[in-house]
C-alpha cells in the first residue's frame, strides 16, 4: 500500500466522509496502533524522550514509529509552558513523518491543584493553581466550577493536551476510599450539577476545534469500594452494594451524557452481588455494551483505565495487572473479553503487535477493530488535529498558561473552598499583628499577617496545618493512595491538645478522607478544612480579608465504628455524623 490517497486531509469534507477514506488506507498494524493510549514522558527542556525508567516507559521514536500509537497521557510536565508547547510540536512533527501522518492526541490527569498522585493526579506547575474538585464541589458554585473547567480548557490547548483524563463523578460513599479527592463528593445531585458544569467549561456546547473531550470516569461508579479499599490493589478489587443504591451511583454519569462528555473510562472494580459478572468493569459486557452503549446510547470513546492486561513495575516494585475476576487469562485473553465488551481503546497498555495477532489468528476480526477505530479517528478530526490544530503556538502558550488573570481566579477559588467547621467563641477571624506560633506553614509568608514566634507559649494564636491521616501501606506507590483509618494517631491528637492547652488554636486540615475529628474538636478554637489551598489563601479567611464560603462535600463521621458499620453504597450513612453534608460556619 504505498500510493496514499490524502482526500483525509480536506478539512472540506465531512469529517464521516474524511474518517472512511483514512481507515480504508490503514493498515493492520495502524489501526491497532490507535487502541492503545499509555504514559509519555517529556524532558524538561522540551525535547523528545528516551523514556523513563521509573514507569518502565520506552523512547518517543519507538512508541510513534514502532508501534505506531499516537493516543498519549503526559506522565508530567516541563516546567514551562514554552518548553511543553515545543514538546508537543516536535512529537506531532514526528508523527506527521509516519506514512499516513495521523496526529497524536494528548491527554492529562488532572494538573492544577496540589496533588502529586502519578496515577491519580499531579502537580501544577507552570498552571494556574486551584482547589482539588472536592474544593471546586466545598463552593457548591456551578459557574464556578464552569470557570475552572473553561481556564483549564485555554491552558490545556495551549500547550496541545486534548483530552482530560476527568471529571471523576464518582460518589464517595465510603468514607475510607481513597480516590475521594478527585470527586464532587457525596451527593448525587450535586456531584451531577458539578460534573455537568465542569464538562461544558472543558468541551463547550458541543466538541470542537476549541474544546478538550472530556473522559469522565468511573464507570458505574467507583465509590462502593469494600471496606473502602481502592481497585488499584488486588486487596481491593470487590465493589458491593448491600443497600441496593447500583443505580443511584449512575447518576451522575446521566448528567454527563446530558453534558455531552466526548469519553467514559471504566473503573477497575468488579461487581459483587448484583445482576453483572464478577469482573472488572472494563472486562464487562453487561455493562459496557448492555448498559452504557444500549441502555444509556453512548456512542463516544471508552477507553479502559490503565493496566488491565499486562503486569508492570511501578518505581521498581511489581504492579500486577487490575484484571480482576479475570485474572487466570492471559493478556492476550483478557484483551480479547475487553473488545468483547464494547470498549475502544486499553489505557496504559502499549502493546499493539498483541492485537494484530489476535486478528491474524482470526481471534478478532478487523471488523471489530474498525468500529472503534472510526471512533478514535473521528475524535481526532473533530478536535481540529488534522488541520489547523496539529501544532500549537509557543508565543500563546507562554501567554497563557499561568497568566495572572487565571491564577487570580485559582487563588479566589481556593480562598472560596476553605470550610469553616468549628469556631469556638468566635475565635475568628483574628486580628492582624498579634503573635503568632505556625505549624505547617512557612514563617515568612505567617508574618504578613502578624508576629511569628517560636512557641505556643509566646503566642497570642496558633495556627496548625495538618493532613487527613491514613494507614502506610507496604509500597512506596501504595502510599499515594492514602486508605485505612480515618482516625488520627493517639501521638498527633495529643500534641494538638497540648498546643490548644497553651494557647487558642486554629486547626487546618486537608480533608482529602473525612477525618474523625472527635478526639480534639471541643479542645481547639476552630477548625477549617481544604481541599488545596496556599497557605495565603487560608490565612487571608483566618484573618477576614475572605470570608469562609465552603460547605462540606460530604459528611465528617462521628467514629470509626460508625464509619464501619455504615454500607459502602448509600450516602450519608454513618450513624450521626459530627458534622454532616452542607455543614459551614460564616462570620456574618
Same mark, same amino acid.
Request: charged fraction near 25%; glycine fraction near 10%.
Given at each position: 500500500?504505498?500510493?496514499?490517497? $490524502?482526500?483525509?486531509?480536506? %478539512?472540506?469534507?465531512?469529517?464521516?466522509?474524511?474518517?472512511?477514506?483514512?481507515?480504508?488506507?490503514?493498515?493492520?498494524?495502524?489501526?491497532?496502533? *490507535?487502541?492503545?493510549?499509555?504514559?509519555?514522558?517529556?524532558?524538561?527542556?522540551?525535547? *523528545?524522550?528516551?523514556?523513563?525508567?521509573?514507569?518502565?516507559?520506552?523512547?518517543?521514536?519507538?512508541?510513534?514509529r514502532g508501534r505506531l500509537m499516537s493516543h498519549?497521557?503526559?506522565?508530567?510536565?516541563?516546567?514551562? !509552558?514554552?518548553?511543553?508547547?515545543?514538546?508537543?510540536?516536535?512529537?506531532?512533527?514526528?508523527?506527521?513523518?509516519?506514512?499516513?501522518?495521523?496526529? #497524536?492526541?494528548?491527554?492529562?490527569?488532572?494538573?492544577?491543584?496540589?496533588?502529586?498522585?502519578?496515577?491519580?493526579? *499531579?502537580? +501544577?506547575?507552570?498552571?494556574?493553581?486551584?482547589?482539588?474538585? *472536592?474544593?471546586?464541589?466545598?463552593?457548591?458554585?456551578?459557574?464556578?466550577?464552569?470557570?475552572?473547567?473553561?481556564? %483549564?480548557?485555554?491552558?490545556?490547548?495551549?500547550?496541545?493536551?486534548?483530552?482530560?483524563?476527568?471529571?471523576?463523578?464518582?460518589?464517595?460513599?465510603?468514607?475510607?476510599?481513597?480516590?475521594?479527592?478527585?470527586?464532587?463528593?457525596?451527593?448525587?445531585?450535586?456531584?451531577?450539577?458539578?460534573?455537568?458544569?465542569?464538562? $461544558?467549561?472543558?468541551?463547550?456546547?458541543?466538541?470542537?476545534?476549541?474544546?478538550?473531550?472530556?473522559?469522565?470516569?468511573?464507570?458505574?461508579?467507583?465509590?462502593?469500594?469494600?471496606?473502602?479499599?481502592?481497585?488499584?490493589?488486588?486487596?481491593?478489587?470487590?465493589?458491593?452494594?448491600?443497600?441496593?443504591?447500583?443505580?443511584?451511583?449512575?447518576?451522575?454519569? =446521566?448528567?454527563?451524557?446530558?453534558?455531552?462528555?466526548?469519553?467514559?473510562?471504566?473503573?477497575?472494580?468488579?461487581?459483587?452481588?448484583?445482576?453483572?459478572?464478577?469482573? /472488572?468493569?472494563?472486562?464487562?459486557?453487561?455493562?459496557?455494551?448492555?448498559?452504557?452503549?444500549?441502555?444509556?446510547?453512548?456512542? /463516544?470513546?471508552?477507553?479502559?483505565?490503565?493496566?488491565?492486561?499486562?503486569?508492570?513495575?511501578?518505581?521498581?516494585?511489581?504492579?500486577?495487572?487490575?484484571?480482576?475476576?479475570? =485474572?487466570?487469562?492471559?493478556?492476550?485473553?483478557?484483551?480479547?473479553?475487553?473488545?468483547?465488551?464494547?470498549?475502544?481503546?486499553?489505557?496504559?497498555?502499549?502493546?499493539?503487535?498483541?492485537?494484530?495477532?489476535?486478528?491474524?489468528?482470526?481471534?478478532?476480526?478487523?471488523?471489530?477493530?474498525?468500529?472503534?477505530a472510526r471512533r478514535l479517528l473521528r475524535e481526532?478530526?473533530?478536535?481540529?488535529?488534522?488541520?489547523?490544530?496539529?501544532?500549537?503556538?509557543?508565543? #500563546? !502558550?507562554?501567554?497563557?498558561?499561568?497568566?495572572? =488573570?487565571? $491564577?487570580?481566579?485559582?487563588?479566589?477559588?481556593?480562598?472560596?473552598?476553605?470550610?469553616?467547621?468549628?469556631?469556638?467563641?468566635?475565635?475568628?477571624?483574628?486580628?492582624?499583628?498579634?503573635?503568632?506560633?505556625?505549624?505547617?506553614?512557612?514563617?515568612?509568608?505567617? !508574618?504578613?499577617?502578624?508576629?511569628?514566634?517560636?512557641?505556643? =507559649?509566646?503566642?497570642?494564636?496558633?495556627?496548625?496545618?495538618?493532613?487527613?491521616?491514613?494507614?502506610?501501606?507496604?509500597?512506596?506507590?501504595?502510599?499515594?493512595?492514602? +486508605?485505612?483509618?480515618?482516625?488520627?494517631?493517639?501521638?498527633?491528637?495529643?500534641?494538638?491538645? %497540648?498546643?490548644?492547652?497553651?494557647?487558642?488554636? #486554629?486547626?487546618?486540615?486537608?480533608?482529602?478522607?473525612?477525618?474523625?475529628? %472527635?478526639?480534639?474538636?471541643?479542645?481547639?478554637?476552630?477548625?477549617?478544612?481544604?481541599?488545596?489551598?496556599?497557605?495565603?489563601?487560608?490565612?487571608?479567611?483566618?484573618?477576614?480579608?475572605?470570608?469562609?464560603?465552603?460547605?462540606?462535600?460530604?459528611?465528617?463521621?462521628?467514629?470509626?465504628?460508625?464509619?464501619?458499620?455504615?454500607?459502602?453504597?448509600?450516602?450519608?450513612?454513618? !450513624?450521626?455524623?459530627?458534622?454532616?453534608?452542607?455543614?459551614?460556619?460564616?462570620? $456574618?
Amino acid at each position: 500500500m504505498t500510493d496514499i490517497d $490524502r482526500t483525509y486531509t480536506d %478539512a472540506s469534507l465531512p469529517i464521516e466522509a474524511r474518517v472512511e477514506n483514512l481507515l480504508g488506507q490503514m493498515t493492520l498494524e495502524e489501526k491497532a496502533g *490507535l487502541f492503545f493510549q499509555t504514559m509519555i514522558a517529556m524532558n524538561p527542556d522540551g525535547t *523528545l524522550s528516551d523514556g523513563d525508567d521509573a514507569f518502565g516507559l520506552p523512547g518517543t521514536e519507538e512508541y510513534v514509529r514502532g508501534r505506531l500509537m499516537s493516543h498519549f497521557n503526559i506522565l508530567a510536565g516541563a516546567p514551562t !509552558a514554552e518548553a511543553m508547547a515545543e514538546w508537543h510540536n516536535r512529537l506531532q512533527e514526528l508523527a506527521a513523518s509516519t506514512r499516513l501522518g495521523i496526529p #497524536v492526541t494528548l491527554s492529562t490527569d488532572p494538573r492544577h491543584s496540589y496533588s502529586d498522585n502519578p496515577l491519580a493526579a *499531579l502537580l +501544577a506547575g507552570a498552571f494556574s493553581i486551584w482547589p482539588e474538585t *472536592l474544593g471546586l464541589a466545598a463552593t457548591r458554585d456551578e459557574a464556578l466550577v464552569e470557570q475552572f473547567g473553561d481556564i %483549564a480548557r485555554r491552558e490545556y490547548t495551549a500547550v496541545g493536551i486534548r483530552v482530560a483524563l476527568h471529571p471523576q463523578v464518582d460518589l464517595c460513599t465510603e468514607p475510607r476510599w481513597a480516590r475521594q479527592l478527585q470527586t464532587f463528593g457525596e451527593d448525587a445531585e450535586l456531584t451531577s450539577r458539578l460534573g455537568a458544569a465542569y464538562i $461544558r467549561g472543558f468541551q463547550g456546547a458541543e466538541l470542537g476545534h476549541e474544546s478538550v473531550a472530556t473522559m469522565t470516569k468511573h464507570f458505574p461508579g467507583g465509590g462502593p469500594q469494600r471496606d473502602g479499599e481502592d481497585p488499584h490493589f488486588a486487596y481491593g478489587r470487590e465493589q458491593v452494594y448491600p443497600g441496593g443504591e447500583f443505580a443511584l451511583h449512575l447518576k451522575p454519569f =446521566e448528567a454527563a451524557f446530558e453534558a455531552g462528555t466526548s469519553q467514559i473510562m471504566p473503573y477497575y472494580g468488579m461487581p459483587v452481588g448484583t445482576e453483572h459478572e464478577e469482573v /472488572g468493569f472494563g472486562f464487562n459486557k453487561s455493562v459496557i455494551t448492555g448498559l452504557l452503549r444500549e441502555r444509556y446510547g453512548f456512542d /463516544g470513546i471508552v477507553c479502559t483505565d490503565w493496566g488491565l492486561i499486562n503486569d508492570a513495575e511501578v518505581m521498581g516494585e511489581p504492579f500486577p495487572a487490575r484484571a480482576w475476576g479475570v =485474572e487466570h487469562l492471559d493478556p492476550s485473553e483478557r484483551m480479547v473479553k475487553v473488545l468483547d465488551a464494547g470498549v475502544d481503546q486499553f489505557g496504559g497498555e502499549a502493546c499493539p503487535e498483541l492485537l494484530v495477532e489476535l486478528v491474524r489468528s482470526g481471534r478478532v476480526s478487523e471488523e471489530r477493530l474498525d468500529a472503534s477505530a472510526r471512533r478514535l479517528l473521528r475524535e481526532k478530526f473533530v478536535l481540529g488535529l488534522f488541520d489547523e490544530k496539529r501544532y500549537v503556538d509557543v508565543d #500563546v !502558550a507562554r501567554a497563557t498558561v499561568g497568566c495572572a =488573570e487565571f $491564577r487570580a481566579a485559582g487563588e479566589a477559588a481556593q480562598r472560596a473552598s476553605i470550610t469553616l467547621i468549628t469556631n469556638t467563641a468566635q475565635a475568628l477571624p483574628l486580628a492582624r499583628g498579634i503573635k503568632l506560633y505556625v505549624e505547617g506553614i512557612e514563617p515568612g509568608i505567617a !508574618a504578613g499577617y502578624g508576629d511569628v514566634v517560636d512557641s505556643p =507559649e509566646a503566642a497570642d494564636v496558633a495556627v496548625l496545618r495538618i493532613s487527613a491521616p491514613f494507614e502506610q501501606r507496604q509500597t512506596r506507590f501504595e502510599n499515594f493512595f492514602h +486508605a485505612g483509618s480515618l482516625d488520627f494517631p493517639a501521638e498527633q491528637a495529643a500534641h494538638l491538645k %497540648a498546643v490548644a492547652a497553651a494557647v487558642p488554636t #486554629v486547626v487546618d486540615i486537608f480533608l482529602d478522607r473525612p477525618a474523625i475529628l %472527635a478526639p480534639f474538636v471541643d479542645d481547639v478554637a476552630a477548625i477549617t478544612a481544604n481541599w488545596g489551598a496556599g497557605p495565603s489563601a487560608l490565612l487571608d479567611v483566618l484573618f477576614g480579608a475572605s470570608d469562609p464560603k465552603g460547605s462540606l462535600p460530604f459528611d465528617l463521621p462521628r467514629s470509626m465504628d460508625a464509619v464501619r458499620d455504615s454500607r459502602p453504597d448509600v450516602p450519608f450513612d454513618t !450513624a450521626d455524623p459530627l458534622f454532616g453534608f452542607g455543614h459551614g460556619l460564616r462570620y $456574618r
